[in-house]
């Protein structure tokens, strides 16, 4: 099985709260991880969501201790897009 992670940076302009998470997080540049594995056997390069897994706390905001905490990708996607339009 083959897996890989992809890295990518997501922005929050306001305090967020997602339901695994227990506290609000504050506002800022975030890490997230998205692992996969590939589905063999087919003709073409298919792979499938494993993980996603967010860097807590927020790069701006550089402590000592990092954490990664799963997410779903549905409940962060909202959030992002409750970010966008300034919601609270």
Same mark, same amino acid.
């Given at each position: ?29 975030? %890490? ?8 063999? $056997?087919?003709?073409? +390069? /298919?792979?499938?969501?494993? *993980?996603? #897994? %967010? ?8 402590? $000592?201790?990092?954490? +990664? /905490?799963?997410?779903?990708? *549905?409940? #962060? ?12």
């Amino acid at each position: 099985m083959t897996i890989r992670t992809t890295r990518s940076t997501i922005s929050f302009s306001h305090p967020f709260k997602l339901g695994d998470l227990d506290d609000i997080q504050p506002p800022g540049d975030y %890490l997230l991880d998205t692992d996969e594995e590939l589905i063999e $056997g087919l003709s073409r +390069l /298919v792979y499938r969501r494993i *993980a996603t #897994l %967010l860097h807590l706390p927020a790069i701006s905001r550089p402590q $000592g201790r990092i954490e +990664l /905490v799963a997410v779903s990708p *549905a409940e #962060l996607d909202a959030a992002l897009e409750k970010d966008r339009i300034g919601a609270a």
